[in-house]
């Protein structure tokens, strides 16, 4: 692997994810190793988002839906699982659970489902009617949420206690974190590797020349649907371990807002940047910190930053850092 | 269930469209002249919505308020075209989509900062407040009449300023090929920060209006924004006319939806689950609309090539 400026960049990144919290962890300091998991769960969310934004060139404003139907998965399933009331018996009895690697199964296919038909839908159209309808049909399932009072509706579903992990006790924040961590780095691992098999290479190519990719006999529209997919369950997965966090989903998961948010971790970090959510994620969690301690309107300064690096900085952090992209990523 | 309260909900549904093509109308010429997706045309709605409260509150006057609403709203809207917009023309839909949700931002949290997180009140004036006796024996509230006739107003107007005049002629020619139009001398940029203020004085007005109806708060246009998308997602992006069609089909579909999707599943449930099982479904109606709509045309009823 060449070493460029970018990959030491990233390699340094996520050591300081690692090192932060468990630095914190030395000295006590529960509230910074929260912060480095919200980090971590939110940078994963990202991450999903860039191999449809990055990759797929797809502006999807939209997945929040996904988020928080990960985020719903494992409040549902919680929520059963604690009331003993089973989710259904037939036909086999199903009581919820309180097991993470279930929840996250039921929260990937879920999301992943969701993915497939908002795509298969959304993805007939294309530029700015793709931007409208995935935002339509995002706040669709806010307002179902909002509406669906059996499990809460505006205000949302608490958990008592966070869900298990085989061996692991995860109310210590830092074992809880490992979690985060070590699925971030597999998420990541897993979309650099995307990005360079075939499908990877077809996908940004159909970015770059649509006739071409159809010219050569691929179809255009699978290869996003499939992205679009893929990037739905990681969003979702995220989702649920967003939600395990708080204890706490609510319908705010599922609102436009939680998609610019995602969509502003991309960008801050560097859009198309494998790496560019977790400094996306880092920055904006650490403005949030300290511009939030100054100013209850921290946003205010939030958004005149996007607009400067919108503007004049369209690389994000990792493009000022690292220099520009190379023709071929 | 009587026609009364039928066309009473239809005469509703009319109300939510109008206010909901005021919105559209706006972000569709933006879209069909400039090429430029805005987010932030809901903080537009929003700061007619203020600038009317706060000049009814010093004032006493509606009036007044209404054209406060306009101007605050069109100043507010050249502003945003002159220092950010003009920028992303050139750009694409995925910095549009950024800038315009950092002003969103900027809007929102400013009017959080400048005014309070409670909701300001607007009252409707003593003259159009209380019912008016329709033909058919029909009792409707003056307010929600006024604004539907407001609407038709303002559509007529607009149809007649796009159709009729040299403005009009010029925005077209805007849509059709910007660089002959720039080479025949007509200003590009001055006309672009023209139709920009006219949506967002339009934007401001519905948020005025709808501001008497209901609360004026910080977040109350992105509701009415996604609306509008769907409007002109089922419309057609560019087109008045789809944004017309999209705003009224969609303004029945919700208001009617609400009110007997309920009724007509307490035929076949009992009536807890079937108010709730409506409510559900009422809530997602429009999209399901938008979403069949797609099925069948792509680029929207009024839509050309997307």
Redesign the interface.
């Known amino acids: 692997m060449m070493l460029t400026r970018e990959s030491l960049l990233n390699w340094a990144m996520i050591a300081a994810l690692l090192i932060v919290p468990v630095a914190a962890w030395s000295l006590d300091e529960p509230f910074i190793i929260t912060l480095a998991t919200k980090a971590a769960i939110l940078a994963l969310a990202g991450v999903g988002l860039n191999i449809a934004?990055g990759l797929g060139g797809l502006?999807s404003?939209g997945h929040a839906a996904f988020f928080g139907i990960g985020g719903y998965a494992m409040g549902i399933l919680a929520a059963h699982a604690q009331n003993y009331e089973p989710l259904f018996e037939w036909p086999f009895l199903f009581e919820g659970s309180n097991q993470m690697p279930l929840i996250w199964l039921v929260a990937v296919v879920f999301s992943a489902l969701a993915a497939l038909v908002i795509g298969a839908?959304s993805l007939?159209?294309?530029?700015?009617?793709f931007?409208?309808?995935t935002?339509?049909?995002g706040?669709?399932l806010y307002?179902?949420a909002?509406?669906?009072?059996?499990y809460g509706g505006e205000d949302g579903l608490s958990i008592w206690v966070r869900n298990e992990f085989p061996g692991l006790n995860t109310l210590d924040p830092i074992q809880f974190f490992a979690i985060a961590y070590v699925i971030l780095c597999l998420a990541l691992a897993f979309a650099a590797r995307l990005a360079r098999s075939p499908f990877g290479l077809a996908l940004a190519a159909a970015r770059q020349n649509e006739d071409r990719v159809q010219a050569v006999g691929l179809t255009p529209f699978t290869l996003r649907l499939t992205a679009f997919v893929i990037s739905g369950a990681i969003t979702g997965l995220a989702g649920a371990l967003f939600a395990d966090l708080n204890r706490f989903v609510s319908p705010t998961m599922l609102s436009?807002h939680t998609s610019?948010e995602i969509?502003?971790f991309v960008?801050l970090g560097g859009?198309g940047r494998l790496y560019g959510p977790v400094a996306g994620t880092a920055l904006y969690i650490l403005l949030e910190h300290l511009l939030g301690g100054i100013s209850d309107?921290?946003?205010?300064f939030?958004?005149?930053l996007?607009?400067l690096i919108?503007?004049f900085a369209?690389g994000g952090l990792i493009g000022a850092l690292a220099g520009r992209e190379k023709a071929h990523g | 269930m009587t026609y009364i309260l039928v066309l009473e909900q239809i005469l509703n549904g009319l109300q939510l469209g109008m206010m909901l093509f005021l919105m559209a109308a706006g972000l569709t010429l933006v879209f069909g002249v400039m090429g430029l997706i805005n987010l932030a045309h809901g903080s537009l709605y929003m700061v007619g919505a203020f600038a009317a409260a706060a000049v009814a509150g010093w004032t006493g006057s509606f009036l007044l308020a209404l054209t406060a609403s306009l101007a605050a709203a069109a100043a507010a809207g050249a502003l945003m075209e002159l220092v950010v917009i003009r920028r992303l023309y050139r750009r694409d839909h995925l910095d549009q989509v950024l800038a315009t949700f950092a002003l969103i931002l900027i809007f929102s949290e400013g009017t959080r900062w400048l005014f309070g997180s409670f909701p300001l009140f607007l009252d409707v004036p003593s003259y159009l407040s209380g019912p008016v006796s329709l033909p058919g024996g029909i009792q409707y509230p003056l307010y929600r009449l006024t604004i539907i006739l407001i609407g038709l107003a303002v559509a007529a107007g607009l149809f007649l300023l796009i159709a009729r005049t040299r403005i009009g002629i010029q925005i077209r020619a805007g849509e059709a090929d910007r660089e002959m139009i720039a080479a025949l001398g007509v200003d590009i940029s001055k006309l672009y920060t023209v139709v920009f203020a006219l949506g967002a004085a339009l934007a401001g007005l519905a948020g005025a209006l709808v501001g008497a109806i209901q609360s004026v708060q910080v977040g109350m246009g992105e509701p009415v924004l996604i609306l509008a998308f769907v409007v002109i997602v089922i419309g057609g992006i560019g087109s008045i006319k789809g944004a017309l069609a999209g705003a009224l089909l969609v303004g029945m579909t919700d208001t009617l939806g609400s009110v007997f999707l309920p009724q007509l599943f307490a035929v076949f449930m009992d009536p807890a689950s079937a108010a709730s099982a409506g409510a559900s479904l009422a809530s997602m109606l429009i999209y399901i609309l938008m979403a069949a709509i797609l099925l069948v045309r792509p680029s929207g009823l009024y839509g050309g090539s997307a």
């Open positions: 934004l502006i404003l839908l007939r159209t294309s530029g700015v009617y931007i409208m309808i935002l339509a049909f706040q669709m307002y179902f909002i509406s669906w009072s059996a436009w610019g969509m502003i960008i859009v309107y921290w946003q205010i939030l958004g005149v996007l607009l919108v503007l369209r």
